[in-house]
Every structure is written in structure tokens, then in C-alpha cells.
């Protein structure tokens, strides 16, 4: 069974930094596509970024000049590096995979909150 474990969420002060990685487990493919997507109270779920398996990347429009993702096909892993970080990027921040077949697999989401 693919679970998803994201880990490294947390408090952080406006101007700091974050980084969230995912795990995959479970899993004897390749997803096609990895990354992270956000949901802050009373907004719809966004995307942060992804990679595909051969690593083209895709930012949405708040991360981009702040987030880098990081995707390991080795570990099975996608990490997200998060700098200068503001209070609209609170949120809850969840890992996704897709393997182009079905439905997506989520992970359970991290919290992320920005303080100033």
C-alpha cells in the first residue's frame, strides 16, 4: 500500500526558513509527478511546486524566487526547500504523487505556520 510521510513542518518566524520532505513507501514504480501542494483556512488547495520523474520542475505563483523542490528517485523522496517565508504561506502543506493512473496519492499534510 503507497503511504506518503511528510515530516518537517513547524513555527517559523516571518523572513525564515523551512524545509519539508515526503517519503514514499510502499511503492515499486516511479509516480510520475511529486510535490507539494497547500491549503491555508478558507482557500482552496494550490499547488506549490512538483517534478516530474525526469525533473522538470513547476512552481506556483507564490513560490517561485522563494521555494526550490528537491526530488530523489533513488529514496523515493521530494523535498521542499522554503525561504523568506510570510505569513501567506501559512498553511497546511501536503505531499502528493502521481503515477498517471487512478487517483493521486496524499499525504495526511504537515502544518506550517509563519509568525511575524
Known amino acids: 500500500q503507497v503511504q506518503l510521510v511528510e515530516s518537517g513542518g513547524g513555527l517559523v518566524q516571518t523572513g525564515g526558513s523551512l524545509r519539508l520532505s515526503c517519503a514514499i513507501t510502499?511503492?515499486?514504480?516511479?509516480?510520475?509527478?511529486m510535490g507539494w501542494y497547500r491549503q491555508a483556512p478558507g482557500k482552496q488547495r494550490e499547488l506549490v511546486a512538483s517534478?516530474?520523474?525526469?525533473?522538470?520542475?513547476k512552481y506556483g505563483d507564490p513560490a517561485k524566487g522563494r521555494f526550490t523542490v528537491f526530488r530523489d528517485n533513488d529514496k523515493n523522496t521530494v523535498s521542499l526547500q522554503m525561504t523568506n517565508l510570510e505569513a501567506e504561506d501559512t498553511g497546511v502543506y501536503y505531499c502528493h504523487a502521481d503515477y498517471g493512473i487512478l487517483c493521486p496519492f496524499w499525504g495526511q499534510g504537515t502544518q506550517v505556520t509563519v509568525s511575524s
Open positions: 517534478a516530474t520523474v525526469d525533473f522538470r520542475l
Open positions: 510502499g511503492s515499486m514504480f516511479d509516480p510520475e509527478v
